[in-house]
């Protein structure tokens, strides 16, 4: 008989964080409508090799700042972070200062390349340290802002600034310019893209004519 082969770490930090994704949309129905039917035919987990957050221990600061709701998934994100592959979508040549390349990451769960794989959804879980400011950016897909611990002040043309906290959301259109305020921060938060180019890095600033 063929022993059974040890559970793999990684694999099985990444399903359970799409578990708990889906156990948390149950609970929160703008979150569901956005995500529709796209989580239901994903396929096994083809993770990259894990890349640490560089913000490394302030991510635990999460865990006493996320709702009753959001707990499993913030204390999963948190007790796993080793075993996702953490990246920046910009560097200091993008005008980023050193304060916000030392407090920010984010990894994904679902996208067109993995680890689960879609073509019509892309899932990031991003962090945002206590102080920094996410300026104006803006991309093709429509996105919703779940918030799992902390809060965050987020700015859009024609809208009121927002203080968006654990277990709230905010959803932005397609080509929607956004900015968030680290105010008071941290901010740990699922993002899922809908529509569009779903590998394309945001632009920062207004959108390209
Ligand atoms: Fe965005």
């Known amino acids: 008989m063929t022993p059974t082969p040890p ?6 930090a990444h ?7 889906r156990a948390l949309a149950l609970t929160d129905p703008g979150l569901a409508g956005f995500l529709g039917d796209t989580l239901d035919d994903l396929g ?3 993770p990259p090799p894990p890349r640490p957050p560089v913000m490394g221990a302030a991510l635990a600061a999460c865990c006493g700042l996320a709702v009753p709701r959001t707990q499993p998934v913030t204390d ?3 007790d796993h972070a080793d075993c996702f592959a953490w990246q920046q979508s910009y560097t200091a040549a993008d005008g980023m200062g050193a304060d916000f390349l030392a407090a920010y990451g984010w990894f994904n769960l679902v996208s067109p390349v993995g680890p689960f794989r879609s073509d019509r959804l892309r899932i990031t879980v991003g962090y945002w340290g206590p102080g920094i400011v996410y300026p104006e950016h803006c991309h093709e897909p429509a996105e919703v802002y779940a918030v799992l611990a902390g809060a965050a002040r987020f700015r859009s043309p024609g809208r009121p600034p927002r203080r968006v906290g654990a277990g709230e959301s905010v ?3 397609s080509w929607q310019v956004h900015a968030t305020d680290l105010d008071p921060g941290p901010l740990l938060a699922l993002i899922p893209w809908r529509g569009g180019d779903l590998m394309a890095r945001a632009t920062l600033g207004l959108p390209p004519m």
């Open 7 to 12: 559970p793999d770490p990684i694999a099985q």
């Open 15 to 21: 399903l359970g964080l799409l578990d708990l994704t």
């Open 44 to 46: 096994p987990p083809q």
């Open 76 to 78: 999963w994100v948190i």
């Open 171 to 173: 959803a932005h259109a």
